[in-house]
């Protein structure tokens, strides 16, 4: 692909994102994140009928009377976006779909003057971009998405999770966009919702789940270059559903249907 295909390709990806931003998702962001966390603001003196959970012990025993800490909503939140670049998601039209996300999502934020960030991943950290906000910072990321060449071809979920969670120690929205073909995950997915506020959305082609039946097929895997036989005589094949696994913070997209309509129901479930 040229450069000025390259061009158009990102432009019109923020032009449908903005347009997304401004009729659907922009109030749903504000009303599924905002003021879900708090930050110290100031030390006060007690007064009756304060919460004595508020107090602070030190300042109290230093100046011989007691003084509460007082807290504040949280203004500018700070989203990840944590992004499967092994090539199992150049599959089809998966790797686009996951940029029009991607640019949904941060385009939402940017519009709430909160900073976004990413991390590229497969089975190794490919790249990492500390949270900003402004246009031109998404533009950059949505561009890393659509034409990164990663160094490796495989997954590993847990070493993204835990990579991190060993740089960012702020409260954080993070976004994982994968098609979740990895195994061995789920303390990693455990220990970050603890932390952080974390969202799987799930980026699956229909090919990859349903084999029909009436034939023998030969597959290669697109990570670890290992060719398959499967004979499909007799019955349709559907691969295992991760739904059940990660419940309400799992969002599922179908390359084949239109990616707003799960977003929007995932916005409007979190605003309640």
């Excluded at 959305?201 to 270059?225: C, H, M, S």
Aim: proline content about 3%.
């Amino acid at each position: 692909m040229s450069p000025e295909d390259s061009i158009k390709k990102i432009k019109r990806i923020e032009i449908k994102s903005n347009k997304l931003v401004e009729e659907i998702f922009s109030g749903e962001y504000r009303s599924g994140f905002r003021g879900r966390g708090i930050e110290f603001d100031d030390i006060r003196q007690y007064y009756p009928g304060d919460d004595v959970r508020s107090i602070d012990w030190n300042v109290t025993a230093r100046h011989n009377k007691p003084f509460v800490k007082q807290f504040c909503e949280e203004r500018e939140l700070n989203m990840f976006l944590l992004i499967d670049m092994s090539r199992s998601n150049d599959f089809g039209t998966k790797r686009d779909i996951i940029a029009e996300i991607g640019a949904t999502l941060a385009f939402s934020a940017n519009r709430n003057n909160d900073r976004v960030g990413a991390i590229f991943f497969t089975d190794s950290i490919e790249k990492y971009i500390p949270s900003k906000n402004g246009r031109r910072h998404i533009l950059s990321i949505i561009e890393n998405i659509l034409y990164f060449k990663p160094q490796s071809p495989g997954t590993n979920l847990s070493k993204a999770l835990q990579h991190f969670n060993r740089i960012e120690k702020k409260r954080s929205v993070v976004f994982v966009i994968s098609d979740f073909l990895d195994h061995g995950f789920e303390r990693e997915i455990k220990i970050t919702s603890k932390r952080h506020d974390l969202i799987l959305v799930r980026v699956v082609d229909r090919a990859e789940q349903i084999i029909p039946a009436g034939a023998v097929f030969t597959f290669e895997d697109l990570e670890t270059g290992e060719t398959v036989q499967l004979c499909n005589m007799k019955n349709e094949f559907r691969s295992e559903s991760t739904t059940e696994l990660f419940g309400q913070n799992l969002v599922n997209i179908y390359t084949d249907e239109d990616y707003v309509k799960p977003l929007r129901r995932f916005f409007r479930r979190r605003g309640v």
